[in-house]
C-alpha cells in the first residue's frame, strides 16, 4: 500500500497548484529509498502509454484526485510503503520512500504469527464485524503487531480508540510480549467509514 505522510502530501499540492488535474500527473521513480518526482502532462505520454490501461512500462492510480506515474520497477514496492518529504530549505530537500516493515508478509513459522491470527478470526474480527469492519494480519516483527483495517474501520474517526482501548489492549492481555498494534492502513482511502469525522 503506497501511503503519504502529511508532508509529502504539502509538497505535492504545492508541485500541482494551477495545474489540470485532468493534464498533469506525477512520475515517481523510484532508486532505493530515493524517490525522485516530477510532474508530467499526461496529454502528451509516449505512445502506447494509456492512463489505467498500459501496464507493461508504466502504473497510474488514483490519489487524492491527481494522476501518479510509477515505473515498472517501482511499481510493487511503492504499493508497499511510505513517501515522506524532507524539507532542507530552498536549495535542497527532497522525497523519501521507506519500504513497510509490514510489507514482508507474516513469518508463519513464527510460533505467535497462527496464535495472533486465531484471535483475530475468534474474537476481535467478529466484534469488528458488528461496525462492518475487519482487521488483517500484516507482520508480527519484535515486539509489534501489524494490522491493516477495512471496511466500517478504514477512514472511521474511531479508529485510534479501537485500536488502542480494543484491539491492542486485547492482544497485550493474551500475548504480554506484544508492546504495540501499528495501523498500517490507509484511512483516506476509506469510502464508508463506521463513524465519519
Do not use: W
Not at 505520454?45 to 491527481?66: A, C, I, N, W
Not at 472511521?156 to 504480554?176: H, L, N, W, Y
Not at 508492546?179 to 469510502?191: C, L, S
Amino acid at each position: 500500500m503506497l501511503n503519504f505522510t502529511q508532508t509529502a502530501k504539502n509538497k505535492i499540492k504545492e508541485l500541482i497548484q494551477g495545474k489540470d488535474a485532468n493534464d498533469f500527473g506525477l512520475l515517481f521513480k523510484l532508486d532505493g529509498e530515493n524517490l525522485e518526482l516530477t510532474t508530467i502532462d499526461l496529454t502528451k505520454l509516449p505512445q502506447g502509454v494509456e492512463p489505467l490501461r498500459d501496464k507493461r512500462t508504466h502504473f497510474f492510480m488514483e490519489h487524492d484526485h491527481y494522476m501518479i506515474l510509477v515505473d515498472e520497477v517501482g511499481q510493487k514496492e511503492l504499493h508497499e510503503g511510505t513517501v515522506d518529504y524532507s524539507d532542507g530549505g530552498l536549495l535542497s530537500g527532497g522525497f523519501e520512500y521507506k519500504k513497510s516493515l509490514a510489507a514482508q508478509g507474516p513469518d508463519m513459522s513464527n510460533p505467535i504469527v497462527p496464535e495472533i491470527q486465531k484471535l483475530l478470526d475468534n474474537e476481535i474480527n467478529p466484534g469488528l464485524a458488528m461496525h462492518g469492519g475487519f482487521a488483517e494480519l500484516l507482520n508480527v516483527l519484535n515486539d509489534k503487531v501489524y494490522l491493516r483495517f477495512g471496511g466500517g474501520c478504514q477512514g472511521c474517526s474511531m479508529i485510534d480508540a479501537t485500536v488502542k482501548g480494543g484491539v491492542e489492549k486485547r492482544i497485550k492481555q493474551i500475548f504480554p510480549m506484544i508492546q504495540a498494534v501499528v495501523d498500517e492502513t490507509d484511512h483516506d482511502a476509506g469510502t464508508n467509514p463506521y463513524f465519519k469525522g
